[in-house]
């Protein structure tokens, strides 16, 4: 072993040492390490960066936009509401998700599945109560059992395939795969259904300002219109669009004030006073297609296009304190729409015209993009730590899911390679309004960024100094030794220890060379072999470095470098167990 070899690994252990200590932030550790690999003469100098122009950063940070555009949508959460209405243990949430994303990446890219699931997640673990770090992780490794199943599902089958063209003439098929790979996602995602609870409930670790003062208790005046979903139904039917997360305060029939009971049948015209968070109240009446209260508003006698809503807070000296929002008139004097009101420690049932405003009252306001700075200044308003809100604003429906879908048709049908597809597709949520310009960036999770294209060089040591070779070497050494079964075993452990230093792919070609001499010399058909490297390589679930999916769910689910072999670890030891029998089973050795 080579003194640049003991380094690079002597680097990478130190590294792995202190993610599992978890004392401190994981791109600051990633950082470290980058800067003691070049000092020690690892990396080269002009290496040091490039990391940061390496496609799995652009392929995350541009898919954390998609799956913020989609969750803007509302559209996925639709569909899942209306198919399953009923579903809310935690267990059969689950399963839905694990499921759905599985049969996903069997046959789109499972970055962009995962992407696509990730807002309903978010939805039922707020239905639930519970962390959304209790799906995530399960979605995640459901996405890598799901690629398993067919040749176009993850890299090292497209690789593999190659591989076996290569050395026997023969390429794997689209469902050779299919046998082992979907015993594997079965026994994989049955697995995660009853152990998920082996990551202990974590919350995101940079909670924001935004989420840090989030308002509970909006108060909101919505009206049924002839277009809404829920005239001539029961008030009830409205509130179950809220998850329980919502109520009625009052039902307002012209001048008649009713008791909102659940079997109240609405009309059209009914005014609805309702209360909850802002978004749930957006969720609610978007869903119900209800008319918020307010006039519209117009800019150059032409309907206003950039609309936004922000919350803010009434201070003493502005001149809101005391007036009602009828006296006001901010419809006709400034050009925006008072949407929802919300007072500490009280319950607001009035209609908001009728509400006469006070000091520290937080209001949720409507207008356009560039009036809104200039109508707070005027009235002394104070914007709640610049937050903007999705209550009243405007929103495309299907354009996030069709600029998604193209994403991966692109990709399956090898028009454009998957980080140019998901850029084009966050370039897409912004061109075509799906997500705001100002929320683009809030999007994308920084630190996870960093720390992928900081880690991205130190891995590659491993490659550049000969330590993947070394490990080649030690590795032929004692498979001669073993059974057959031993030595399938041994590759696909190998090959998932090695992924998280490696790219997947690169794993496999390191690795099915050594797979097919091992079966030459042991006078075995090598397409067992072959199997072995490209499951082991396809099966990280051992750190977020990994695979992007891993790393796609590290900053929503607010995991730490730790937790990914809590779950993993037992995993990877289940998915070596089963998939030896399995592979000999359907491709013999002789």
Same mark, same amino acid.
């Given at each position: 072993?080579?003194?640049?070899?003991?380094?690079? /690994?002597?680097?990478?252990?130190?590294?792995?040492?202190?993610?599992?200590?978890?004392?401190?932030?994981?791109?600051?550790?990633?950082?470290?390490?980058?800067?003691?690999?070049?000092?020690?003469?690892?990396?080269?100098?002009?290496?040091?960066?490039?990391? /940061?122009?390496?496609?799995?950063?652009?392929? $995350?940070?541009?898919?954390?936009?998609?799956?913020?555009?989609?969750?803007?949508?509302?559209? $996925?959460?639709?569909?899942?509401?209306?198919?399953?209405?009923?579903?809310?243990?935690?267990?059969?949430?689950?399963?839905?998700?694990?499921?759905?994303?599985?049969?996903?990446?069997?046959?789109?890219?499972?970055?962009?599945?995962?992407?696509?699931?990730?807002?309903?997640?978010?939805?039922?673990?707020?239905?639930?109560? $519970?962390?959304?770090?209790?799906?995530?992780?399960?979605?995640?490794?459901?996405?890598?059992?799901?690629?398993?199943?067919?040749?176009?599902?993850?890299?090292?089958?497209?690789?593999?395939?190659?591989?076996?063209?290569?050395?026997?003439?023969?390429?794997?098929?689209?469902?050779?795969?299919?046998?082992?790979?979907? $015993?594997?996602?079965?026994?994989?995602?049955?697995?995660?259904?009853?152990?998920?609870?082996?990551?202990?409930?974590?919350?995101?670790?940079?909670?924001?300002?935004?989420?840090?003062?989030?308002? &509970?208790?909006?108060?909101?005046?919505?009206?049924?219109?002839?277009?809404?979903?829920?005239?001539?139904?029961?008030?009830?039917?409205?509130?179950?669009?809220?998850?329980?997360?919502?109520?009625?305060?009052?039902?307002?029939?012209?001048?008649?004030?009713? &008791?909102?009971?659940?079997?109240?049948?609405?009309?059209?015209?009914?005014?609805?006073?309702?209360?909850?968070?802002?978004?749930?109240?957006?969720?609610?009446?978007?869903?119900?297609?209800?008319?918020?209260?307010?006039?519209?508003?117009?800019?150059?006698?032409?309907?206003?296009?950039?609309?936004?809503?922000?919350?803010?807070?009434?201070?003493?000296?502005?001149?809101?304190?005391?007036?009602?929002?009828?006296?006001?008139?901010?419809?006709?004097?400034?050009?925006?729409?008072?949407?929802?009101? &919300?007072?500490?420690?009280?319950?607001?049932?009035?209609?908001?015209?009728?509400?006469?405003?006070?000091?520290?009252?937080?209001?949720?306001?409507?207008?356009?993009?560039?009036?809104?700075?200039?109508?707070?200044?005027?009235?002394?308003?104070?914007?709640?730590?610049?937050?903007?809100?999705?209550?009243?604003?405007?929103?495309?429906?299907?354009?996030?899911?069709?600029?998604?879908?193209?994403?991966?048709?692109?990709?399956?049908?090898?028009?454009?390679?998957?980080?140019?597809?998901?850029?084009?597709?966050?370039?897409?949520?912004?061109?075509?309004?799906?997500?705001?310009?100002?929320?683009?960036?809030?999007?994308?999770?920084?630190?996870?960024?960093?720390?992928?294209?900081?880690?991205?060089?130190?891995?590659?040591?491993?490659?550049?100094?000969?330590?993947?070779?070394?490990?080649?070497?030690?590795?032929?050494?004692?498979?001669? &030794?073993?059974?057959?079964?031993?030595?399938?075993?041994?590759?696909?452990?190998?090959?998932?220890?090695?992924?998280?230093?490696?790219?997947?792919?690169?794993?496999?070609?390191?690795?099915?060379?050594?797979?097919?001499?091992?079966?030459?010399?042991?006078?075995?058909?090598?397409?067992?072999?072959?199997?072995?490297?490209?499951?082991?390589?396809?099966?990280?679930?051992?750190?977020?470095?990994?695979?992007?999916?891993?790393?796609?769910?590290?900053?929503?689910?607010?995991?730490?470098?730790?937790?990914?072999?809590?779950?993993?670890?037992?995993?990877?030891?289940?998915?070596?167990?089963?998939?030896?029998?399995?592979?000999?089973?359907?491709?013999?050795?002789?």
């Amino acid at each position: 072993m080579t003194t640049q070899q003991i380094l690079a /690994f002597s680097v990478i252990a130190g590294m792995m040492a202190v993610f599992i200590w978890d004392r401190f932030r994981y791109d600051v550790v990633a950082c470290c390490a980058l800067v003691i690999a070049v000092a020690v003469g690892v990396v080269p100098f002009d290496h040091a960066f490039s990391g /940061f122009s390496d496609d799995i950063v652009i392929i $995350v940070g541009s898919a954390l936009v998609v799956s913020a555009g989609v969750a803007r949508s509302g559209v $996925v959460e639709t569909a899942i509401k209306r198919l399953f209405p009923n579903l809310s243990s935690v267990k059969a949430q689950l399963a839905l998700l694990m499921i759905v994303v599985a049969v996903l990446s069997a046959f789109i890219k499972n970055i962009g599945a995962l992407a696509i699931m990730m807002p309903v997640a978010f939805q039922f673990a707020r239905r639930a109560g $519970v962390s959304p770090s209790r799906y995530l992780m399960p979605m995640a490794f459901s996405a890598l059992l799901g690629g398993l199943m067919t040749q176009i599902g993850t890299s090292p089958n497209i690789v593999v395939s190659r591989l076996r063209a290569e050395m026997t003439g023969t390429p794997f098929t689209m469902f050779d795969f299919t046998p082992v790979g979907g $015993v594997l996602a079965l026994v994989g995602i049955t697995f995660l259904m009853f152990f998920y609870w082996l990551v202990p409930e974590r919350r995101k670790q940079a909670l924001n300002i935004e989420e840090a003062v989030e308002i &509970s208790n909006y108060a909101s005046e919505a009206t049924v219109s002839g277009q809404s979903t829920v005239m001539g139904r029961p008030l009830s039917e409205l509130l179950k669009l809220g998850d329980g997360e919502v109520v009625a305060t009052a039902v307002l029939r012209g001048p008649i004030r009713m &008791s909102p009971f659940p079997d109240l049948v609405l009309r059209e015209d009914d005014s609805i006073v309702l209360e909850g968070r802002s978004s749930v109240l957006d969720r609610v009446i978007s869903g119900a297609r209800l008319k918020l209260s307010g006039k519209a508003i117009r800019e150059d006698g032409k309907p206003q296009q950039d609309l936004v809503s922000i919350e803010a807070v009434i201070s003493r000296q502005s001149v809101l304190a005391g007036l009602s929002v009828r006296d006001l008139a901010l419809s006709y004097t400034r050009g925006v729409n008072l949407l929802a009101v &919300s007072r500490r420690g009280e319950r607001l049932r009035e209609r908001l015209r009728d509400l006469v405003l006070q000091e520290g009252d937080v209001i949720v306001l409507q207008g356009g993009r560039k009036t809104l700075p200039i109508v707070l200044q005027d009235l002394a308003l104070l914007p709640l730590a610049q937050q903007e809100v999705m209550l009243g604003t405007q929103r495309k429906a299907l354009i996030p899911i069709i600029i998604l879908a193209l994403a991966m048709i692109l990709t399956a049908l090898g028009y454009a390679p998957v980080a140019v597809a998901f850029f084009a597709a966050a370039l897409g949520m912004a061109v075509f309004g799906a997500i705001p310009l100002n929320d683009l960036y809030k999007s994308v999770d920084g630190p996870i960024l960093v720390m992928l294209g900081a880690l991205i060089p130190v891995s590659d040591s491993l490659r550049t100094t000969g330590g993947s070779e070394l490990i080649a070497g030690w590795l032929g050494q004692v498979a001669h &030794s073993l059974p057959p079964f031993g030595a399938i075993a041994l590759i696909m452990i190998t090959a998932m220890a090695v992924t998280p230093f490696l790219n997947n792919a690169a794993t496999v070609l390191v690795m099915g060379p050594i797979a097919v001499s091992f079966a030459t010399a042991l006078s075995y058909r090598p397409e067992a072999f072959l199997m072995a490297v490209a499951i082991g390589a396809g099966s990280d679930f051992l750190t977020p470095v990994g695979h992007q999916c891993n790393t796609l769910v590290m900053g929503p689910g607010g995991y730490r470098f730790s937790d990914y072999p809590r779950l993993g670890l037992p995993l990877s030891f289940l998915i070596v167990l089963v998939s030896v029998p399995t592979l000999m089973w359907f491709w013999p050795l002789q």
